[in-house]
């Protein structure tokens, strides 16, 4: 088990949302409408063509865990070569996409040598759990960076998913080794307690071809940008 904490998840993203709404007219109620119509009408990375650069935008309202970084935005130009060039500003869709593109870009980086079974590596299937898993946006452009190959599935463990696997590890230390003399491995003790039926729905194909390996084609880029970043650059 591993488990990846950011300090930016869902602030940085309402910090662009925030943005947009500001520089915008009144909108239905929905806080989040503009960026998700902005965000799903922006090309892949920025890009209306494959001839075009590629935008990367990283952004950090406060001091990052991962990777270890200040509080800062950076935003790149990838070129078809590779090349990198640091620019001042995207247009406000870019951002809205970026957003969740480098987040998901950087789930993928780190889950990548865990996925030992597949080469490149790739997930089975992608669940989503949490306020954010609601958001079809959101849903839409993780599925596309992620890949999972039966898709994208919204889960329901209620409120609080970490709250819950917290508490499966609890029960398991106290009553699944008790029971089993210590032999009763964590998933084999959930799954003996676990009823899926109408907890799970689909909500996202996940694996697109041509679209995984593309956002695939960034990932190195991605990489450097953040290893500038932990240099202070």
């Known amino acids: 088990m591993f488990m990846l904490c950011y300090c930016n998840g869902a602030l940085a993203r309402e910090k662009i949302r925030d943005e947009i709404i ?55 130009r990838i070129s078809p070569a590779g090349d990198l060039k640091k620019v001042e500003s995207f247009d406000s869709g870019t951002d809205a996409r970026a957003i969740v593109e480098s987040q998901a870009l950087s789930m993928r980086l780190r889950a990548n040598p865990l996925l030992s079974t597949s080469t490149p590596a790739q997930p089975r ?33 209620g409120g609080n998913a970490c709250a819950l696997g917290a508490a499966y590890y609890a029960a398991w230390a106290v009553e699944g080794r008790k029971e089993s003399g210590g032999e009763e491995g964590f998933e084999d003790f959930v799954a003996g307690r676990w009823e899926e039926g109408g907890r799970i729905v689909k909500v996202g194909e996940g694996y697109e071809e041509g679209v995984w390996e593309e956002y695939g084609d960034v990932l190195d880029a991605f990489e450097e940008v953040e290893r500038r970043i932990g240099r202070g650059e």
Request: charged share 25%; aromatic share 10%.
């Open 125 to 157: 299937r992608v669940y989503l759990v949490g306020g954010a898993s609601k958001n079809p946006a959101i849903t839409k452009i993780l599925g596309q960076v992620l890949g999972g190959k039966e898709g994208v599935y919204w889960l329901d463990v």
């Open 22 to 76: 500001s520089t915008s007219a009144p909108s239905s109620g929905d806080p989040w409408k503009e960026f998700n119509e902005k965000a799903l009408s922006t090309p892949r990375l920025g890009k209306p063509s494959k001839s075009d650069d590629a935008k990367l935008g990283i952004y950090f309202p406060i001091p990052e865990i991962v990777p270890s970084a200040r509080a800062g935005t950076w935003r790149y």
